[in-house]
């Protein structure tokens, strides 16, 4: 078991109020992670931490010796809801810029990323005239433009049709299909125990349960997470 992450004690405040209180958990390499709970719990910073776009207030976020900052953002591709496209560019356009970013240029890739996501046939159209759900699979298909081995999804189904929600929970299994890993940020338990390993529950800041998904895990978890959310 090799472990990419550890989160020791972490806290996060902003003007003195702790949004994230004493948070402790690994994250194995190639292992698939839900993020749980209601609205305003913490999720959403947490994964933001993670993706190292703010800094913990206190405890500690560990890297694997000899992984930089730096080359762990290299290697994390993220999914947040805004959705950092350009819409007056096409998506083969903005895949370009994204990877152009990384210092790559691999149009190849890029035309089978769109072609997963099916977006082939609507490629050098702007991406201002894309429905949501065509806007969502660009998503996933940028945040994949760098080949990066970890993907941080915030709520990517949220909203959307079952054609892109069965195109995104594709290109998800078969990330995992290559060793990769993600986290998912979700609200639907039963949606989140099929698409990961491991799920973590967040109430007020803190996990509250971090168990494996299972069919004998499932339902003690539910139950938590409906009476959490009925306080
Ligand atoms: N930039 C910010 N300034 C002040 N409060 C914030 C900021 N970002 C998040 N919060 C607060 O932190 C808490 C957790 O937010 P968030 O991580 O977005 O929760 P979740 O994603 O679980 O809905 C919420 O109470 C939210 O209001
Ligand atoms: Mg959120």
Known sequence: MTIILELHNLEFAIDNRKILKSISFSWEKGESIAFIGGNGVGKSTLLKIIALLHKPTGGNLMLPDGISERSWKNNVGVVFPENFLYDSL???E???FYQHLYGKADERYIDSLLHKVQLGR???KP???YSKGMKQRLS?????VHQPEYLLLDEPFDGLDLKSK??????LAEHKHLGNG?????????HAFELCERAILLHDGKI???KKCSQSSFEPFINTYRSLLER
């Open 94 to 96: 903005n895949l370009r």
């Open 90 to 92: 096409t998506s083969q």
């Open 122 to 124: 609507v490629m050098d």
């Open 140 to 144: 996933i298909a940028r945040a994949l």
């Open 127 to 129: 991406v201002g005239t």
């Open 166 to 171: 069965v195109i995104i929970e594709g290109m």
């Open 208 to 210: 509250v349960l971090n």
């Open 182 to 190: 993600y986290i998912l940020v979700s609200h639907d338990v039963k």
